[in-house]
């Protein structure tokens, strides 16, 4: 157990919806990141926050949205669903600022766009 | 940005065996590279991990080898067990916080 937690587990939702992935990052950690990983794909870095602000973005697509809570948790909002968005969603998080950089990942929200 | 390389995409050895991954990079400037296991149905777990200061790192069975002259790092698994079958993925830190990953490697060990 990494201590990252994300909800739901699982997602189905048809094409044109909107959904909303949640993460809880490990007790301490102030960097949360978001990851898509797809058969073809990969594990692609998609966006990450430090303490409520956008740190870096990766290929993260424009219908696709995250934020960083005060309490750091973080939520990513994908919407305008398409067929091939349906893929793993990962949160990762580690201690930035620390000499530590280690991410820690979540188990994922597997997301199904039928 | 950084563009990292691995290879072999699929490994079969037999339990007892070792087992070598490789992966590349690109930017000199990464100086942090994961490895993680990822298990069927499960999120990537950090299994070894090496900084651009060390040329290896054990831990047990497992261990990390890094090149930064030729910009290459391996992972070995020793005394492989039907357990450690997972798709296995490097990582490198590059700018910034971006953390760069490997396509995978899935590695199957046959009892």
């Known amino acids: 157990d990494s201590g990252v937690t994300q909800t739901p587990k699982h997602l189905i939702t048809a094409t044109g919806q909107r959904v909303t992935l949640r993460c809880s990052p490990r007790s301490g950690d102030l960097s949360v990141y978001w990851y898509q990983q797809s058969l073809d794909q990969g594990l692609q870095f998609l966006i990450q926050?430090?303490?409520?602000?956008?740190?870096a973005k990766g290929n993260i697509l424009e219908r696709f949205s995250a934020q960083q809570f005060p309490d750091l948790h973080s939520e990513l909002n994908l919407s305008s669903l398409e067929l091939g968005d349906s893929a793993l969603y990962f949160c990762?998080?580690?201690?930035?600022?620390?000499?530590?950089?280690?991410?820690?990942f979540g188990p994922g929200t597997r997301l199904l766009v039928l | 940005g950084e563009n990292v390389e691995q290879h072999p995409s699929t490994l079969s050895v037999q339990e007892g065996d070792s087992a070598v991954i490789k992966c590349t990079y690109s930017?000199?400037?990464?100086?942090?590279f994961p490895w993680y296991k990822q298990e069927l149905g499960k999120g990537p777990q950090l299994i070894i991990d090496?900084?651009?200061?060390?040329g290896e790192k054990k831990d047990q069975r497992i261990a990390v080898t890094l090149n930064k002259t030729a910009k290459h790092f391996s992972l070995h698994i020793t005394e492989t067990q039907p357990e450690d079958s997972a798709v296995y993925f490097c990582a490198a830190r590059g700018d910034g916080n971006q953390f760069y990953f490997g396509t995978g490697t899935s590695l199957t060990v046959i009892p």
């Open positions: 090496i900084r651009s200061n060390v």
């Open positions: 930017d000199s400037a990464s100086n942090y």
């Open positions: 926050y430090y303490n409520g602000e956008e740190r």
């Open positions: 990762a998080s580690s201690a930035e600022g620390s000499p530590k950089e280690t991410q820690y």
